[in-house]
């Protein structure tokens, strides 16, 4: 299951992350966001130890969603030692996100 990342715990969590982070920003009023979940929390089990992958909501941390430039949801961006490695927008296939993460 993907982590749920506030505007408190997105530092910790991400930005000082040891592993890379692949960050799903989303909202629930977003249809591909709600495709989307199932495919997150399967990478999520499936890139367990490796890679960690975190939900941001938009609606609940604008300050994130304005910081990152989201403008479009869903979108992820794998974050490596602290900065945006890769960047994904709009409902995709696994692969593709498997792709942006093994870079």
């Known amino acids: 299951m993907s982590l749920a990342l506030t505007e408190a715990t997105f530092k910790t969590e991400v930005l000082e992350s040891s592993i890379p982070v692949l960050v799903d ?3 629930p009023w977003c249809g591909p966001c709600q495709m989307m979940g199932p495919v ?6 499936e890139l367990e130890g490796k890679v960690k992958v975190c939900k ?6 604008p300050e994130l969603a304005q ?13 490596k030692n602290g900065e945006s ?5 709009g409902g995709v296939p696994k692969e593709t996100l498997l792709s942006l993460v093994n870079g």
């Open 25 to 27: 920003f989303w909202a």
């Open 40 to 45: 997150i929390d399967e990478l999520s089990s």
């Open 85 to 89: 490695a890769a960047q994904q927008i």
């Open 56 to 61: 941001v909501n938009v609606d609940e941390n």
């Open 67 to 79: 910081q990152y430039g989201i403008m479009s949801i869903p979108n992820f961006i794998l974050f």
